[in-house]
Structure formats: structure tokens, C-alpha cells
T-cell receptor
């Protein structure tokens, strides 16, 4: 899988938007961009994924650069419950017939303060 | 809907002891995975299974064995525990159809915290 680069940590104030960046300059045309987050003492949970177009769901938005070499996870109004480690992961759509083994880096630790 | 359930939540072992970690999922998923997470690191895949009766090695399989006798259960065994196996273990599952399209969404359990003294 292609590699991703994320900042080690970020801080945000509660109820403000948060933009979590991810660089993936070696992304291939068949790589999906996935985001997971891991709350303290919990297992990772799926947040959102996309291929080329921006995506929105109830948890977050994913903005994908036109050249797909970077993406940004957007939390529109951060709450204390959003404090977690956020992982950006690439998955190759052509890996059919095999289990998709997610490769987790160290992610971005988001701190949310009052 | 419980999702993915791991038992036990915590365990302390002495070096050389054996134990089995149980993972159960109620989503009828074909694929199941075992990961370990060491302090300050991301998750690393130990073993995985693409269906009942089948298992395969992941990134760090040494010292572990697995079995998938029933579709809903995936067991991780440590035959002779070592201090290097002190870690948090996570089980996950995913749907096969989504898998083949790489729209892989894995559902994780809450983890088992294991200490080997």
C-alpha cells in the first residue's frame, strides 16, 4: 500500500472546525482513502472514505485534492468526544479476493480543549 | 446489535503460560482479523481469516496461532507467552462483498489488554 504522512498531533478548541491533513503523494489511481479514529482505550472505528470526490457523512467530511496527493478530514464542530488518534489509510481497489489488511501508521492525536 | 465482542478484557500471564483470546461477531462477516498495538504505535496485523476453516499469516504471526471453526468466532492462542507479547490485542471483522470493492470497512472490538510478566 502507498504511504501516508500525518502530523503527530493537533489541538482544537471545542465547537470549532478541525482540519486534519494527510499527504499521500504516491497514491495510485485505484487507491481509496480511508479514515479511522481511535478513542482512548477503544478499538479503531471507521470514519469515512473516498476515491476522488469530496464525501460527507454524519461524522465528518473528506476533502480530496484534485491531484489526489493529499486529503483533509474535516470535523465541523469538534467536541471533547472527538479527542482521539485519527488514521489516514490507503486501500487498493484492485486487491480483490484477498482480505484488506489495513496498514495503520501512528496517526494524528487530536486534543480538544474547552 | 453487539458488533465485535472480545473476551477477556484484561489478563495477566506469567512467562510460559498459555491462553486463548476469543473474538465473536454477530454481523455475519466473512473476514476476521487479529491486530496487536504496542504503546505509541499503530496496529499491526497478526493473523486473519477469509472464511470459516481458513486462516492466514499477517505481518507479525510468530508466537501466535489462530482458529476459525465457526464463522462468527476467531480465536487467538498464545502457546507459551513471552514478555514481548505484552500488548493490546484487537479483533476486527469486515464484510466480504464490500471487501472485494476495496470499500473496506473494518469493525473493531474494544480490545484485550494483556500483560506477560
Amino acid at each position: 500500500d502507498a504511504k501516508t504522512t500525518q502530523p503527530n498531533s493537533m489541538e482544537s478548541n471545542e465547537e470549532e472546525p478541525v482540519h486534519l491533513p494527510c499527504n499521500h503523494s504516491t497514491i495510485s489511481g485505484t487507491d481509496y482513502i480511508h479514515w479511522y479514529r481511535q478513542l482512548p482505550s477503544q478499538g479503531p472505528e471507521y470514519v469515512i472514505h473516498g476515491l476522488t470526490s469530496n464525501v460527507n457523512n454524519r461524522m465528518a467530511s473528506l476533502a480530496i485534492a484534485e491531484d489526489r496527493k493529499s486529503s483533509t478530514l474535516i470535523l465541523h464542530r469538534a467536541t471533547l468526544r472527538d479527542a482521539a488518534v485519527y488514521y489516514c489509510i490507503l486501500r487498493d481497489v484492485q486487491m480483490t479476493g484477498t482480505a484488506s489488511k489495513l496498514t495503520f501508521g501512528t496517526g494524528t492525536r487530536l486534543q480538544v480543549t474547552l | 446489535n453487539a458488533g465485535v465482542t472480545q473476551t477477556p478484557k484484561f489478563r495477566v500471564l506469567k512467562t510460559g503460560q498459555s491462553m486463548t483470546l476469543l473474538c465473536a461477531q454477530d454481523m455475519n462477516h466473512e473476514y476476521m482479523y487479529w491486530y496487536r498495538q504496542d504503546p505509541g504505535m499503530g496496529l499491526r496485523l497478526i493473523h486473519y481469516s477469509v472464511g470459516e476453516g481458513t486462516t492466514a499469516k499477517g505481518e507479525v504471526p510468530d508466537g501466535y496461532n489462530v482458529s476459525r471453526l465457526k464463522k462468527q468466532n476467531f480465536l487467538l492462542g498464545l502457546e507459551s507467552a513471552a514478555p514481548s507479547q505484552t500488548s493490546v490485542y484487537f479483533c476486527a471483522s469486515s464484510d466480504r462483498d464490500r471487501e472485494l470493492l476495496a470499500k473496506n470497512i473494518q469493525y473493531f472490538g474494544a480490545g484485550t489488554r494483556l500483560s506477560v510478566l
